[in-house]
């Protein structure tokens, strides 16, 4: 009876837990705008890692020295993934969260494709739509191009030959690679309080279909997927209480 009784205290926890939401994310939002500026930063420090790798000279693209280079490239300030792609656009290496196999031409996005597609076949060279290919397919991940920036680069032999290319995706801002305190306390502060808005929905409607004599775990999920617009439809067709 006392579960029951409190009920009617956890709609105006969900309510608090939503406002305080509210006014956290209105704390962080304007960090996270901030944080996406592109300063011009990073872009140099990248450069500069790359440049290290190019001036190497390498007699092929597969020397232990090269991979080596490059997998430590990846641990390098405001890099967030290196890839290394043959002369033919074959990936060679990735440090992606997911890695890639194949070939530029294949994990490269529709877009791209369909815009070298229309180009006339002798406007560019091989080497150039490679090169287009190889940054499409770094930019192919998607979910964070909002926070990052691409680059790629020729790998050429002492003579002169092309070898390959080098890519990497970098942070556009160098907060994104340590976003302050404020930050870090402000989102999980937001992932807290809707945590519990979240939650004490489904409760309110677990407890109050079991007190009507209701199938009180189906409607629970049923709004905890459907959130507010599940709430309502509980409210509507729910028996009135006896009394």
Same mark, same amino acid.
């Given at each position: 009876?006392? $579960?029951?009784?409190?009920?009617?205290?956890? @709609?105006?926890?969900?309510?608090?837990?939503?406002? =305080?939401?509210?006014?956290?994310?209105?704390?962080?939002?304007?960090?996270? *705008?901030?944080? /996406?500026?592109?300063?011009?930063?990073? *872009?140099?420090?990248?450069?500069?890692?790359?440049? !290290?790798?190019?001036?190497?000279?390498?007699?092929?693209?597969?020397? @232990?020295?090269? /991979?080596?280079?490059?997998?430590?490239?990846?641990?390098?300030? &405001?890099?967030?993934?290196?890839?290394?792609?043959?002369?033919?656009?074959?990936? +060679?290496?990735?440090?992606?969260? +997911?890695? !890639?196999?194949?070939?530029?031409?294949?994990?490269?996005?529709?877009?791209?494709?369909?815009? /070298?597609?229309?180009? @006339?076949?002798?406007?560019?060279?091989?080497?150039?739509?490679?090169?287009?290919?190889?940054?499409?397919?770094?930019?192919?991940?998607?979910? &964070?191009?909002? +926070?990052?920036?691409?680059? #790629?680069?020729?790998?050429?032999?002492?003579?002169? #030959?092309?070898?390959?290319?080098?890519?990497?995706?970098?942070?556009?801002?160098?907060?994104?690679?340590? @976003?302050?305190? *404020?930050?870090?306390?402000?989102?999980?502060?937001?992932?807290?309080?809707?945590?519990?808005?979240?939650?004490?929905?489904? =409760?309110?409607?677990?407890?109050? $279909?079991?007190?009507?004599?209701?199938?009180?775990?189906?409607?629970?999920?049923? +709004?905890?997927?459907?959130?507010?617009?599940?709430?309502?439809?509980?409210?509507?067709?729910?028996?009135?209480?006896?009394?």
């Amino acid at each position: 009876m006392a $579960a029951y009784k409190s009920k009617s205290i956890i @709609p105006w926890i969900a309510l608090a837990a939503a406002v =305080l939401a509210a006014a956290t994310a209105a704390i962080w939002w304007p960090l996270r *705008r901030d944080m /996406l500026i592109d300063t011009g930063e990073t *872009r140099p420090v990248v450069e500069a890692a790359l440049d !290290r790798i190019i001036d190497r000279k390498p007699g092929s693209i597969d020397e @232990p020295e090269l /991979l080596e280079s490059i997998r430590k490239l990846s641990k390098t300030a &405001h890099i967030a993934s290196v890839w290394l792609f043959s002369e033919d656009g074959s990936i +060679v290496y990735s440090s992606s969260m +997911v890695p !890639r196999g194949g070939a530029a031409a294949e994990q490269a996005t529709v877009e791209t494709r369909r815009v /070298l597609e229309s180009i @006339p076949g002798d406007a560019l060279t091989t080497s150039q739509r490679t090169l287009l290919l190889a940054a499409s397919a770094i930019r192919s991940e998607g979910e &964070h191009n909002d +926070v990052y920036r691409h680059m #790629v680069r020729e790998i050429r032999s002492a003579g002169g #030959v092309l070898l390959g290319m080098i890519g990497a995706a970098y942070d556009v801002n160098p907060a994104v690679g340590g @976003p302050g305190p *404020r930050w870090m306390i402000s989102i999980l502060a937001w992932l807290v309080f809707m945590g519990v808005y979240w939650l004490s929905l489904p =409760l309110y409607v677990w407890l109050d $279909a079991r007190e009507r004599g209701e199938k009180a775990g189906i409607w629970a999920v049923f +709004v905890l997927i459907g959130n507010m617009v599940a709430l309502l439809a509980y409210l509507l067709v729910r028996p009135r209480a006896a009394p």
